[in-house]
């Protein structure tokens, strides 16, 4: 089955600073990869897909790559703010409608 | 539009008993999940739906069956509680394929 890696565990920025979150995967016939932000004692939410025929995708100030030869992809937050610290996960779809994801990244941001 | 409804929000169970995660969504949605969270774990996929009428084992369901009640509805039930399935509940669904994933409020379970 598909297995994601995804670094660092932890990230502390200065509010204004750029966070990478970055992920790796293992099955090639992946092909739609979402990121999920989790705010302390809530659910899971999407901020932003991407699918395997384009390699960027941007909104606002959250864009995601994709190199499918290397086989990861990156969540890249610019001017980041204190309500952006929160839990990132990353995931891969795994066939059969699944989604595997990574053990998620705790992004701290200081004022 | 609720969305995806979970019920009960906490409960806390002692070994050996037995209990039932109810979940429902109106979102005309055709799969549905079922994840545990563990803290430095992430999102583990128990068992899922990819339609009406059938269910599949994920990544970690020994302990655990569901229920496909119909097309809103899915449960999942816990036989004999352990230590070791103390965590977060989250049901999910989505509409198809490379859709985004929509997750219910989680269900918090203590199991002493």
């Known amino acids: 089955g598909e297995n994601v890696e995804q670094h660092p565990s932890t990230l502390s920025v200065q509010e204004g600073d750029s966070a990478v979150i970055k992920c790796t995967y293992s099955?090639?016939?992946?092909?739609?990869f979402p990121w999920y932000k989790q705010e302390l004692g809530k659910r899971p939410q999407l901020i932003i897909d991407?699918?395997?025929?384009?390699g960027e995708k941007k909104d606002q100030r959250i864009a995601v790559t994709l190199n499918k030869t290397a086989k990861h992809f990156s969540l890249h937050i610019t001017e980041t703010q204190p309500e952006d610290s929160a839990v990132y996960f990353c995931?891969?779809?795994?066939?059969?409608?699944?989604?595997?994801f990574g053990k998620g990244t705790m992004l701290l941001v200081s004022p | 539009n609720a969305g995806v409804t979970q019920t009960p929000k906490f409960q806390v169970l002692k070994t050996g008993q037995s209990m039932t995660l109810q979940c429902a969504q109106d979102?005309?949605?055709?799969?549905m999940y079922w994840y545990r969270q563990d803290p430095g774990m992430g999102l583990r996929l128990i068992y899922y739906?990819?339609?009406?009428?059938?269910?599949d084992k994920g990544e970690v369901p020994n302990g655990y069956n569901v229920s496909r009640l119909n097309k809103r509805e899915f449960s999942l039930r816990l036989e004999s509680a352990a230590p070791s399935q103390t965590s977060v509940y989250f049901c999910?669904?989505?509409?198809?394929?490379?859709?985004?994933?929509?997750f219910g409020n989680g269900t918090r379970l203590t199991v002493t």
């Open positions: 999910a669904s989505i509409w198809g394929d490379n859709s985004p994933l929509h």
């Open positions: 099955d090639s016939a992946s092909n739609y």
């Open positions: 991407i699918r395997s025929n384009v």
């Open positions: 739906s990819a339609s009406e009428g059938t269910t």
């Open positions: 979102m005309n949605h055709n799969s």
């Open positions: 995931a891969a779809n795994s066939g059969y409608s699944t989604l595997t």
